[in-house]
T-cell receptor
Framework: AQSVTQLGSHVSVSEGALVLLRCNYS??????LFWYVQYPNQGLQLLLK??????LVKGINGFEAEFKKSETSFHLTKPSAHMSDAAEYFC?????????????FGAGTRLAVHP | EPEVTQTPSHQVTQMGQEVILRCVPI?????FYWYRQILGQKVEFLVS????????KSEIFDDQFSVERPDGSNFTLKIRSTKLEDSAMYFC???????????FGSGTQLSVL
């Protein structure tokens, strides 16, 4: 069965600092992995995804994530945090594929960015 | 970008009452989902819906829950007799089935008193 673990429910960084949000997954099949972001009072927005091919994937707003099969990880990074990055971030693994798509989410990491 | 719309944004109800949460998925999408997030916990899958029937449901989705696509544009989640533990943020999502992207609504915060 698939599962996702996000290390750190809260992460705080200074503006301009590196952002690193950790995600480890468990999957019995080659995983499709996702990062979603939720800004206050908004829905979940797709940041980036890994399905097949290049293991370093780039998403919106300067975020990227690297799929590391040996470490079963899919950590999210951004070189330089901006105040507008403050939000909750969810890592997810997709189970069913083709047609309907079911996501298994991690517990989320709330990112705070301070001046 | 097209959006999934959910109404209301907040719903307060008394224990034992029925609630209906409403969603308008993206118009050309074929697959519909409900997820929920209890405060401080994970976003959990509830149910998926395609071709006017449930594709998959989780253990959470018991007989108190039902989904419907009454008119070709709305997708509703009904909780027949709410319990305190149903208090959560409920997210609707839709997809076109052609790729892996789910589009989520902004959620309905349900509070059961």
């Amino acid at each position: 069965a698939q599962s996702v673990t996000q290390l750190g429910s809260h992460v705080s960084v200074s503006e301009g600092a590196l952002v690193l949000l950790r995600c480890n997954y468990s999957s019995s099949v080659p995983p499709y992995l996702f990062w979603y972001v939720q800004y206050p009072n908004q829905g979940l927005q797709l940041l980036l995804k890994y399905t097949t091919g290049a293991t370093l994937v780039k998403g919106i707003n300067g975020f990227e994530a690297e799929f590391k099969k040996s470490e079963t990880s899919f950590h999210l990074t951004k070189p330089s945090a901006h105040m507008s990055d403050a939000a909750e971030y969810f890592c997810a693994v997709m189970t069913a594929r083709g047609g309907y798509n079911k996501l298994i989410f991690g517990a989320g990491t709330r990112l705070a960015v301070h001046p | 970008e097209p959006e999934v719309t959910q109404t209301p944004s907040h719903q307060v109800t008394q224990m034992g009452q029925e609630v209906i949460l409403r969603c308008v998925p993206i118009s050309n999408h074929l697959y519909f989902y409900w997820y929920r997030q209890i405060l401080g916990q994970k976003v959990e899958f509830l149910v998926s819906f395609y071709n006017n029937e449930i594709s998959e449901k989780s253990e959470i989705f018991d007989d108190q829950f039902s989904v419907e696509r009454p008119d070709g544009s709305n997708f509703t989640l009904k909780i027949r007799s709410t319990k305190l533990e149903d208090s959560a943020m409920y997210f609707c999502a839709s997809s076109d089935g052609l790729n892996e992207k789910l589009f989520f609504g902004s959620g309905t915060q349900l509070s059961v008193l």
